[in-house]
């Protein structure tokens, strides 16, 4: 690989993008860094800019004054609306799928017709317009066979999905994605979807439009209370890797649904390039697709990254310059990464903030430390809460355990007024070991 430096600009400001950061400031290629808001802890690492993401004239114009090698695309919205096909018209390499790639993202019926299309294991599933919720309610009240599950067809930051026990439960979820302004948005079409049984995992690869690799697996904790209770949330935490997937079962995944998905996205014409995030869940029947996404997840990306072995400028590079074929990517065999997400009460509804942080852990070898909904205090120059996930504390471990003992130390020294944290993230890892 070339020693030139990598100049790379970063898109994103949560817990993932830190991560990211994280992990390009340790690549020695890596050159000038900046990122597009950033946060008080991407500060750190690089240049944070007041960059208007949505503006991709002016991302353009960013990207050629500095001479940015790599833009590296972190949320979905920006990549659902378009920005790697802007930037790559204009020549510049993107790590990001195309906007008709992230479909698989943007659109859960797009993503429920390529995996029925193309075999791919995946639920049952029926499709309503909003606007005919009527049909919908009668759907539900026909239904005989519970739990079942309600989604958000569009984008919806983790928070459309309904896991629902009755027809009371549904027809409240009904309600409440058709009165929440932000779910009204993303959703003018609804999915009511078979209840998969069986544990949830994630798997992520990536992709050059041609090829795929497995780069890492791991296991989300989404809902918001313990013992996966409560609403579903962007995630509370996880860890890395799983042993929910052993050699076997992970050759069969690759095989059935990630190589699967790549090679339908090719037939469609929308060659996937970046990471692809396949949230599966391991039914007695084998596993079956829950989700898509078109980019790391988060919290997983703070316990994958740590991991990679490969240096990620060459990685990403790869990818976004279809040359996936000629990267090895490798991995820490030998250890586990457990992420705790701290959250601002009320999340993930409405949630206070401004509330002042103290405590955060300096990172270690076996402990760090990413922000993702911080700002800073203009009149007093404090840390304090400005989402409703706040921070992410990583422990590293040679076994599972070890690591969950880390991250719930480092969490033990951290305060802000509300702070909710759960307190069995990677239990039901260890049940497998």
């Known amino acids: 690989m070339s020693s030139e430096p990598v100049h790379v600009l970063l898109i994103g400001s949560g817990g993932r993008e830190h991560a990211l950061a994280w992990a390009l400031r340790k690549s020695f290629r890596t050159g000038k860094l900046f990122i597009a808001p950033g946060n008080p802890g991407t500060a750190e690492l690089g240049t944070n800019i007041a960059l208007d993401i949505s503006d991709f004239d002016a991302v353009s ?46 659109s859960k019926s797009f993503a429920k017709e390529i995996m029925q299309k193309y075999g791919i294991p995946t639920g049952e599933y029926r499709l309503f317009s909003m606007d005919g919720q009527n049909e919908a309610a009668e759907y539900i009240g026909d239904c005989t066979t519970w739990p079942l599950v309600i989604k958000a067809d569009g984008l919806a930051a983790g928070k459309g999905v309904f896991i629902c026990q009755d027809r009371t439960e549904a027809f409240n979820a009904l309600d409440y994605i058709r009165e929440d302004k932000a779910l009204r948005s993303a959703s003018d079409r609804i999915i009511i979807e ?50 929910l997937l052993d050699h076997e079962s992970l050759a069969e995944i690759t095989r059935s649904i990630v190589n699967r998905t790549i090679e339908a996205m090719k037939k469609e014409g929308h060659p996937y390039k970046g990471v692809l995030y396949c949230g599966l869940m391991m039914t007695p029947d084998g596993p079956k697709v829950i989700e898509y996404n078109c980019r790391f997840g988060d919290p997983e990306c703070q316990v994958i990254l740590p991991a990679l072995l490969t240096d990620i400028n060459d990685l990403l590079l790869a990818v976004a310059n279809g040359r996936l074929d000629t990267i090895k990517i490798e991995t820490d065999p030998d250890v586990y990464y457990t992420c705790v997400v701290l959250a601002s009460e009320g999340y ?41 996930r706040v921070l992410n504390i990583v422990g590293k471990g040679r076994t599972l355990r070890e690591s ?20 069995d993230i990677g239990a039901k890892g260890l049940k497998y070991l």
């Open 194 to 243: 078979e209840f998969l049984e069986g544990e949830e995992v994630s798997v992520f690869a990536v992709c050059d439009g041609e090829t795929a690799q497995v780069i890492a697996h791991a296991q989300d904790h989404k809902r918001i209370g313990e013992e996966d209770t409560g609403l579903n949330t962007g995630g509370m935490g996880a860890y890395a890797p799983t042993p």
């Open 61 to 106: 114009e960013f990207i050629q004054e500095q001479g940015i090698t790599l833009t590296v695309v972190g949320p979905e919205q920006p990549l659902v609306d378009g920005i790697a096909d802007y930037l790559e018209a204009r020549g510049c390499a993107v790590f990001g799928p195309s906007a008709a790639a992230a479909q698989l993202e943007g």
């Open 404 to 423: 969950i003992t880390n991250a719930y130390r480092g969490v033990s020294s951290v305060q802000f007024e509300g702070m909710y944290y759960r307190r």
């Open 348 to 388: 993930p509804r409405s949630y206070p903030k401004g509330r002042v942080i103290s405590g955060i852990p300096a990172d270690t070898e076996h402990l760090l430390s990413f922000h993702c909904g911080t700002g800073m205090d203009e009149e007093t120059g404090r840390l304090v809460t400005s989402g409703g």
